[in-house]
């Protein structure tokens, strides 16, 4: 046996781990995952990876990890300090550690402070009237769509476009460039993957050089011509804190824009098309919900516990510590893995059933000084779809499987077909 740990007295079988991430890239496993999480999770809550660092599978020590001090994000310093600091220095790598999910103390919490309390209530009121008319067009050409064809790609049709229009308008877009962006997002986000290939690698280069022209015109263009959207806002603030450095504001302005956008965009769009996939899926839930509409709001809190839109995510060790009985040098890489946290039985019960009436707990959001900014927003949006939905669909059911991305990391369902 080739041993890669021994924690708590468990031996853990490299060739075992191995075969559990070969067979979570597979279809199979992109399509349900989360029996292989469970055989991880068996391994122990600490779980040595092949390549050095840690997954982290139980729901306790993700948590733990998440809101710990002792945790950071893999910064810039950090990658500097690496052995093999080459393997950072991918373009789309880089550029993301200038974004606030890859900055720590001070950096990131003077970048946090200044977009406030971004999605809060007063802003998610403001932002409603414009949600429902985005979700009242869209399912008029799903409608339009199912007479026509019938059947429709739900994804395509309405999941994905839903979160770019809200986005969108709300940092000013212009509707001409939602499918540009769109399409620039899916392609960045190969580089946040687990171990991304050199020609996923390079898609992800110059889908970053694509993002990086369009968000630092943008921010050029709204400088020249302010106004009272938010975008305008966060110059104004970036303009008075760097009075005389207008390029370190722009860097930032840069940074946050582009940041925002995609990480509201395939998140959304995913946990969307889950919920729908997930009521469709079993007979009798989709007309349960339509008559119990009180419950929509637990429908999708259990979605985003049962099938996060991120699996994975990352920290490194501030400082000597042990986690979970297992001791870690300072550096060493964690993965924090949100569909087993969230599937762990010790958490909650018979966690491998879809149930809306469960009022289970989930760390799909993240946790500590991370969380996920747009949590209220994306609840807004699924909210609002799925009550809608249920009304004007009620023979609404699928006509294939969701087909998904050959991805670790950010979940994404490519396409989801539905008849009524």
């Known amino acids: 046996m080739t041993a890669v740990g021994d924690i708590s007295g468990l031996t853990i079988d490299r060739r075992s781990v191995i075969s559990v991430l070969r067979r979570l890239r597979s279809p199979e496993g992109q399509s349900d995952p989360f029996p292989l999480y469970g055989e991880l999770r068996e391994m122990g809550d600490v779980v040595p990876a092949p390549w050095g660092g840690y997954f982290v599978t139980g729901f ?3 948590s733990q990890v998440l809101r710990g001090r002792n945790w950071l994000t893999p910064d810039f310093a950090w990658q500097e300090r690496r052995p093999d600091a080459e ?6 790598t880089r550029e993301m550690s200038m974004t606030l999910s890859r900055l720590n103390a001070p950096a990131h919490t003077c970048q946090r402070r200044s977009l406030g309390n971004l999605f809060d209530r007063k802003t998610i009121e403001d932002l409603r009237p414009q949600v429902e008319e985005h979700v009242a067009r869209l399912l008029d050409d799903l409608d339009r769509r199912l007479r026509a064809d019938g059947e429709a790609d739900f994804v395509t049709t309405v999941s994905e476009q839903l979160p770019v229009h809200t986005v969108g308008r709300w940092l000013g877009l212009p509707e001409r460039d939602y499918a540009h962006v769109l399409d620039m997002t899916h392609r960045q986000v190969y580089a946040q993957e687990l171990l991304p290939t050199k020609s996923e690698l390079a898609v992800s280069a110059q889908a ?9 015109e943008l921010v050029r263009q709204r400088r020249a011509t302010p106004g009272n959207d938010v975008l305008s806002g966060w110059i104004r603030h970036w303009d008075e804190q760097l009075p005389d450095d207008r390029e370190s504001a722009d860097r930032i302005l840069y940074a ?23 009521l469709l899926s079993e007979p009798g839930r989709w007309e349960w919900l339509r008559r ?6 637990d ?7 049962y099938d996060p839109p991120i699996h994975l995510n990352t920290r490194v060790a501030a400082e000597d510590t042990v986690l979970a009985g297992v001791p870690l040098a300072k550096d060493t890489m964690v993965h924090v893995l949100y569909g087993a946290a969230n599937h762990d039985p010790r958490r909650n019960e018979d ?6 009436l469960r009022n ?3 760390l799909t959001f993240g946790g500590g000084a991370h969380y996920c900014l747009g949590a209220a927003l994306a609840r807004l949006e699924a909210r609002t779809l799925l009550t809608r939905l249920l009304q004007r669909f009620d023979t609404l059911r699928l006509s294939s499987a969701p087909a998904y991305a050959p991805r670790m990391v950010f979940r994404r369902m490519t396409s989801l077909k539905v008849t009524a």
């Open 60 to 62: 306790e020590v993700c």
């Open 256 to 278: 946050l824009t582009m940041f925002i956008t995609i990480a509201s965009l395939e998140t959304t769009a995913t946990l969307m098309s889950v919920a729908v996939w997930l």
């Open 87 to 92: 393997r950072w220095n991918a373009p789309a």
């Open 360 to 362: 289970g707990t989930h």
């Open 299 to 305: 429908a999708v809190e259990e979605a985003l516990r």
């Open 351 to 356: 966690p491998d059933s879809f149930d809306i």
């Open 208 to 216: 970053t050089l694509e993002l990086r022209a369009y968000f630092t």
């Open 292 to 297: 119990n509409p009180g419950y929509v709001d």
